[in-house]
């Protein structure tokens, strides 16, 4: 993000889980949420769930400071139904939720199980990770010629100053329409952040960074971390990113007490982490930080994009905090739980006082000084 811009969509996670019909797409969103988050039907044929971020950084500052209150970045995750069935594009609600989202979650099935047939008759993780994204780029070639047509409307009768931006916007969609006549998601291929701006009310689904989930059965749990590094290796790309699970096993353990589920792990030799490491991958996925707040009332978790300043930070903790803003204290969370206190590190001279330009690190502790 450029410095001084500052857009609070930018530091959200609102996550759409998509994938073929029975891939185990609800089964990932049970997972997601059974531990620790709350699911609820919202009535679209879509369930909804929070999800606060398990960061133990967090906890240990709060027990530091004795917070009364706890505040995690908290993850949205969307289940949707089935996309592209019958070619038919997103649209309604789903459409919506979709449009919205900050990143997909593409739950690709890896499982074998022939009770439960695979809609293209066998499992085949690379053959469906390619026909989903094909999906995503016809729906988008099609939103990018509709608006190209408008736009030569536009341009042909509007006035000079309309004209000269719609002529701008033309090629740059001509430019995304060669994208993806190449057969290239667009996601890995539009970087700058001008470009991304000028395109981020267009809803382009091939414009989400991607995060591959491969969903492995129960007897391919120990291989999860190998089988997601070959997926890496063959699909990753700056906003493609591949990790692996076994959903129904995920699920099935966020139910349990987490001595309960550790236990169960050890046994199968499942990875521990299996759900935070697959949210782990989508913040870093969205190019998010997290930063922090240690205040006794009540200690909390921010995001922020990567790059972004003690200004913006200031700015997603409250406007107000942001108009006044005179200085930021700043200290490493690691160094503030070493030396023991605020008044300490102040005393080592370790607070450090930093204006509004500072380019905020993962893992600050921040307090902002301001007038209002
Ligand atoms: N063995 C095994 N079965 C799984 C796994 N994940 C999902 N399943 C099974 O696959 C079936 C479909 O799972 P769902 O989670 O409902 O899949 P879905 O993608 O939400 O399906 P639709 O919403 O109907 O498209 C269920 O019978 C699950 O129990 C897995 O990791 N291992
Ligand atoms: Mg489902």
Known sequence: MAPGVRDDTLATMDLAIVGLPQSGKT????????????????????????VKLPDD???????????KKITPIEVFLHDLPALFQRGAAPSGPAGETLARADALLHVVRAFDRPDVPHPSGSVDPGRDITEFDAELMLFDLGVVERRLEKLDITVRSGRPGEREAGEREIALLQRVKGVLEADKPLRNE?????DLRALSNFGLLSLKPMLLLLNVGEDKVSEQAAIAAQAQEKYGGPKTRAAAICAKLEAELAELSPDEAAEFRLDLGAPAGGTE??????????????????????????????????LQAAGRIHTDIERGFIRAEVIDWQKLLELGSHGEARKKGQLRQEGKTYVVQDGDVINVLFNV
């Open 27 to 50: 089964t990932v969103f049970k997972a997601l949420t059974g531990g620790h988050g709350s699911a609820s039907a919202d009535g679209r044929g879509e369930s909804v769930g929070a």
């Open 57 to 67: 950084r967090l906890y240990r500052l709060a027990a530091l400071v004795k917070a």
């Open 190 to 194: 539009l970087t700058n952040p001008d």
């Open 277 to 310: 490491v697959v949210l782990e991958q989508a913040r870093e996925l969205l190019g998010l930080l997290t930063f922090f707040t240690a205040g006794e009332k009540d200690t909390r978790a921010w995001s922020l994009p990567v790059g972004g300043t003690a």
